[in-house]
């Protein structure tokens, strides 16, 4: 099993978990790797395996959700492209954001910088899509926001429901709600 592998199988006890509740025990339970090998990967331990995760995450990102945003198309094909990888990513909302679950309690302290730059990051590359259409910058800024808030929103309903319908309706109606005309 490559690093990637080894990464992403981490992410989903964090996904599961969360920092504080995630143990060296249940990260070798789902990567099958005894605790010796993942501190020879992981010197530091599962600090180390959280920013290995979240470094995963941040490219993934930029590849899948930032670059799309800056690349070519309309801005609601480009919108629609960025909806359907998050869709990917959170495996319809049933997968919970690494980002989120960074930013609760001793992880927020070890972290929040990483995840604060990640979210900007997207936030931004969203909104400079919005003033494309001449929506003002501090309005886009805001509807960009909104729309980061609407789908880490869908993402705690769909785990407490047990159903994906609220991501995947906020993910298909982020182009129309971010496109609208200013009124």
């Given at each position: 099993m490559d690093r990637t592998e080894v990464v992403q199988r981490i992410a989903k006890v964090f996904r599961q978990c969360g920092y504080e509740g995630t143990t060296l025990s249940l990260i070798s339970e789902a990567t099958g790797l005894g605790r010796a090998s993942l501190y020879h990967h992981f010197p530091n331990g599962k600090q180390e395996m959280a920013e290995a995760v979240l470094e995963y995450a941040g490219q993934w990102f930029g590849e899948n959700i930032l670059a799309p945003l800056?690349?070519?198309?309309?801005?609601?094909?480009?919108?629609?492209?960025?909806?359907?990888?998050?869709?990917?990513?959170?495996?319809?909302?049933?997968?919970?954001?690494?980002?989120?679950?960074?930013?609760?309690?001793?992880?927020?302290?070890?972290?929040?910088?990483?995840?604060?730059?990640?979210?900007?990051?997207?936030?931004?590359?969203?909104?400079?899509?919005?003033?494309?259409?001449?929506?003002?910058a501090k309005q886009a800024r805001q509807r960009a926001e909104d729309a980061v808030i609407q789908v880490q929103g869908a993402l705690v309903l769909v785990r407490a429901l047990d159903r994906t319908e609220p991501f995947e309706r906020t993910v298909q109606q982020l182009p129309i709600r971010l496109l609208e005309p200013i009124a």
């Amino acid at each position: 099993m490559d690093r990637t592998e080894v990464v992403q199988r981490i992410a989903k006890v964090f996904r599961q978990c969360g920092y504080e509740g995630t143990t060296l025990s249940l990260i070798s339970e789902a990567t099958g790797l005894g605790r010796a090998s993942l501190y020879h990967h992981f010197p530091n331990g599962k600090q180390e395996m959280a920013e290995a995760v979240l470094e995963y995450a941040g490219q993934w990102f930029g590849e899948n959700i930032l670059a799309p945003l800056q690349g070519e198309g309309t801005p609601a094909g480009r919108i629609a492209v960025m909806g359907a990888h998050l869709s990917q990513f959170y495996d319809c909302g049933r997968s919970a954001c690494l980002l989120a679950i960074f930013t609760l309690g001793e992880s927020d302290l070890l972290f929040h910088k990483r995840v604060n730059q990640m979210l900007n990051a997207w936030i931004d590359r969203l909104a400079a899509v919005l003033m494309e259409i001449g929506i003002p910058a501090k309005q886009a800024r805001q509807r960009a926001e909104d729309a980061v808030i609407q789908v880490q929103g869908a993402l705690v309903l769909v785990r407490a429901l047990d159903r994906t319908e609220p991501f995947e309706r906020t993910v298909q109606q982020l182009p129309i709600r971010l496109l609208e005309p200013i009124a």
